[in-house]
Structures are given as structure tokens and as C-alpha cells.
């Protein structure tokens, strides 16, 4: 914990519970704006924080290990609130479904393999993957901020989680794929 990347990824933690609570209350505009610059300050800072611990030559395996849960602490924690927001019912949930399943099932294989020393590294379309998710869910918050452009606002974030959700599909099966072996 004693260098900035890691600093930032456990900021990136700790606002995670913080903006799902504003998604949630997110019906008010104030909630919603708050909610929305604080998760584009947390996507962000998911980017900052590996590519601080590369310039200034700090990787640690604490940082290798607290990145991927803040990811995954940020886009569970928001999609959980933005189903209690959202009135797409299984436009929403389905495609969030397979995103919150998907990074548990990664997380369990990743945690064994970590027992047998099999590292998977993370693949460039699960870097992409990340941003479109983190995409979406910013229209997603979005949506109560400009009322005006709700309609447009709310296709593109369903149609940016629909595309995230394939992707998050395709990232496991290459992950099990690649560590089916040690299965």
C-alpha cells in the first residue's frame, strides 16, 4: 500500500459502495451527475493506476491483485444499482446477468490456477471489454441527467451492455479455455 497505484486502486474500491448508493438514489439529477463524475473519476483511475505502476516501476503483487477486484467491485456494484433504476427487465438483466456471472467464474479459475502457479494474463479484448462495459454504464447513469435524450441515452448504454456482455462472454471462454488444462 505504499506506493500511489495502489493508493488509487483502493480509492477506486472504496468509491465503488459510494457511487452505487447515488445510482441508486440517481432519480434525483444532483444524485445522478455525483454518481456519474465519480464513476468517470473511478474508470479512470482503473487506466491511471496500472499505467502509474508501469512508468514508475512499482508492480506489485498486491496491485495485480486488488486491480481486478476494484474493476469488478466498480461494474458489480453499479449494474446492481442500475437494476433497482432500470425499467428494461431483461434487456437490462440478462446482459448484466452474464457480466456479474462471468467475473465470478474468471475469479474462481484464476484463484485456483494461482494455487498450481498458472498465471492467465489479461487479454487485450478484456481491456476493451472493460471500457465498453464502463461505457454503458456511464449512459446508464446518464439517462436522468439530460431527460431530453433519455430514449437515445438508454439505447445506447443497453446496446453498449448488450456488446459488453458478448465480449465478457467470449474473454471466459478463452480464459477457460486456456486454463481447462489445469482443470
Not at 18 to 36: C, E, N, Q, T
Not at 51 to 67: F, H, N, T
Not at 154 to 178: D, N, Q, R
Amino acid at each position: 500500500m505504499n506506493n500511489l497505484p495502489n493508493i488509487i486502486t483502493t480509492i477506486r474500491i472504496a468509491l465503488a459502495p459510494v457511487i452505487a448508493v447515488l445510482i441508486w438514489h440517481s432519480d434525483s439529477p444532483d444524485y445522478a451527475i455525483f454518481a456519474l463524475v465519480l464513476f468517470i473519476l473511478a474508470s479512470i483511475s482503473d487506466w491511471l493506476d496500472g499505467y502509474l505502476a508501469r512508468q514508475m516501476k512499482v508492480i506489485s503483487p498486491l496491485g495485480r491483485m486488488l486491480d481486478p477486484i476494484a474493476d469488478k467491485l466498480l461494474i458489480g456494484a453499479c449494474l446492481i444499482s442500475l437494476a433497482a433504476q432500470t425499467n428494461f427487465d431483461l434487456l437490462f438483466l440478462l446482459p448484466a446477468l452474464i457480466i456479474i456471472l462471468r467475473e465470478f467464474l474468471v475469479s474462481g479459475l484464476r484463484e485456483y490456477l494461482a494455487g498450481t502457479k498458472i498465471t492467465l494474463p489479461v487479454s487485450l479484448m478484456a481491456k476493451w471489454k472493460t471500457a465498453v462495459q464502463m461505457t454503458a454504464i456511464g449512459c446508464l447513469i446518464s439517462i436522468n441527467i439530460i431527460p431530453n435524450l433519455a430514449v437515445i441515452i438508454s439505447t445506447a448504454g443497453i446496446t453498449l451492455l448488450w456488446l459488453a456482455a458478448f465480449m465478457t462472454a467470449m474473454t471466459g471462454l478463452s480464459y477457460f479455455k486456456a486454463g481447462i488444462s489445469s482443470l
